[in-house]
């Protein structure tokens, strides 16, 4: 970003539930954020995924935000209206010689992490969100992947993470707000699905297609995507995108200690609204979970 960059924020909820507190929470900050530097505020509705989202959902997302006196431009950019820009981002990385088809289920991942933990120096590699992929696919032949794809075996695509470190081959850095300049360690994060078998992009992959076209230039999501965020440097960078500034804000959680998930109904920014609280109230009521 230079310094005559207006500041643009987002707030990209998935229409998969309602909101809850800590999205308000989410929303509130990327909006004070950007009207207290004279910026824009964006709402994007992360829907790629068909089986999850529901438009039921969406609408109310809308209502939601509106109630909290948010304001945003329109028309709203909705994900599954734009797998050609995907789809474009993921050939670039094709292209690159960094994706491998993954036809694996998730129990053959379950069957093999469970035989390489026999022998603890090769086992399975934790993650920030759990046991990474071993790798069973990453050395298929290409008389294997043509077989697999003749008999029409779902794939999903995967980054190889190897090759696209060697292929960066320095080290890439981003600014969090709270704690400064981070190094990138994306290797943390293995082999991710960048294209899943049911719809043909991921999170990831979407995420930073939008972040730069939507010229964002401040992305303040919950601490949770915290290693999200290094993972997504380095596909800006492997796709020539523009880099963004990140905040990693804290997590609501409840008095005993969970982090508040949309099965959390009694704390829906809709059910808050129908018991009569004022948006007005809404910081106090989120700084009781914080
Ligand atoms: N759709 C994502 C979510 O709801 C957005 C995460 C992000 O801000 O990058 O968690």
């Given at each position: 970003?230079?310094?005559?960059?207006?500041?643009?924020?987002?707030f990209?909820p998935s229409p998969s539930?309602?909101?809850?507190?800590?999205?308000?929470?989410?929303a509130?900050?990327?909006?004070?954020f950007?009207m207290?530097?004279?910026?824009?505020?964006?709402?994007?509705i992360?829907d790629?995924d068909?089986l999850?989202?529901?438009?039921?959902?969406?609408?109310q997302?809308f209502?939601?935000l509106?109630?909290?006196?948010?304001k945003?431009p329109?028309p709203v950019r909705?994900?599954?209206?734009h797998?050609?820009?995907?789809?474009?981002?993921?050939n670039?990385?094709s292209?690159?010689g960094?994706?491998?088809?993954c036809?694996?289920?998730?129990r053959n991942?379950?069957e093999?992490?469970?035989e390489?933990s026999?022998a603890?120096?090769?086992?399975?590699k934790?993650?920030?969100?759990g046991l990474?992929y071993?790798?069973?696919?990453k050395?298929?032949?290409d008389?294997?992947i043509?077989?697999?794809?003749?008999?029409?075996?779902?794939?999903?695509?995967?980054?190889?993470?190897?090759?696209?470190?060697?292929?960066v081959?320095?080290p890439?850095?981003?600014?969090?707000?709270n704690?400064?300049?981070q190094?990138?360690?994306?290797e943390?994060?293995?082999?991710?699905?960048l294209?899943r078998?049911?719809?043909p992009?991921?999170y990831?992959?979407?995420?930073?297609?939008?972040?730069d076209?939507?010229n964002?230039t401040?992305v303040i999501r919950?601490e949770?995507l915290?290693y999200?965020s290094?993972?997504?440097?380095?596909?800006?960078?492997?796709?020539?995108?523009?880099t963004?500034?990140?905040?990693h804000h804290?997590l609501?959680?409840t008095?005993d200690?969970?982090r508040?998930?949309k099965?959390d109904k009694s704390?829906?920014i809709?059910s808050?609204?129908e018991?009569g609280?004022h948006?007005?109230?809404?910081?106090?009521?989120?700084?009781?979970y914080?």
């Amino acid at each position: 970003m230079t310094q005559t960059d207006k500041i643009i924020t987002r707030f990209a909820p998935s229409p998969s539930g309602l909101l809850h507190l800590g999205h308000a929470y989410s929303a509130k900050l990327n909006y004070d954020f950007a009207m207290e530097n004279g910026g824009e505020f964006i709402l994007r509705i992360e829907d790629i995924d068909h089986l999850r989202c529901k438009t039921e959902y969406e609408n109310q997302i809308f209502v939601d935000l509106h109630w909290l006196g948010l304001k945003w431009p329109t028309p709203v950019r909705r994900q599954s209206d734009h797998f050609d820009d995907y789809a474009a981002a993921l050939n670039k990385l094709s292209d690159m010689g960094l994706l491998y088809p993954c036809f694996c289920t998730r129990r053959n991942i379950r069957e093999e992490i469970n035989e390489s933990s026999r022998a603890p120096h090769l086992g399975p590699k934790m993650g920030p969100e759990g046991l990474l992929y071993p790798g069973i696919c990453k050395h298929l032949t290409d008389k294997e992947i043509a077989e697999k794809m003749a008999a029409n075996i779902p794939h999903a695509m995967r980054l190889n993470m190897d090759k696209a470190l060697k292929l960066v081959n320095e080290p890439l850095y981003w600014e969090d707000l709270n704690t400064g300049i981070q190094k990138a360690t994306p290797e943390v994060m293995g082999d991710v699905v960048l294209a899943r078998k049911d719809f043909p992009t991921s999170y990831h992959l979407s995420v930073v297609v939008d972040d730069d076209i939507q010229n964002i230039t401040h992305v303040i999501r919950g601490e949770d995507l915290y290693y999200a965020s290094h993972l997504q440097r380095l596909l800006q960078h492997l796709l020539g995108l523009k880099t963004v500034t990140y905040q990693h804000h804290g997590l609501l959680k409840t008095k005993d200690g969970n982090r508040l998930a949309k099965r959390d109904k009694s704390i829906t920014i809709n059910s808050l609204r129908e018991s009569g609280t004022h948006p007005e109230e809404l910081d106090a009521i989120i700084s009781d979970y914080l």
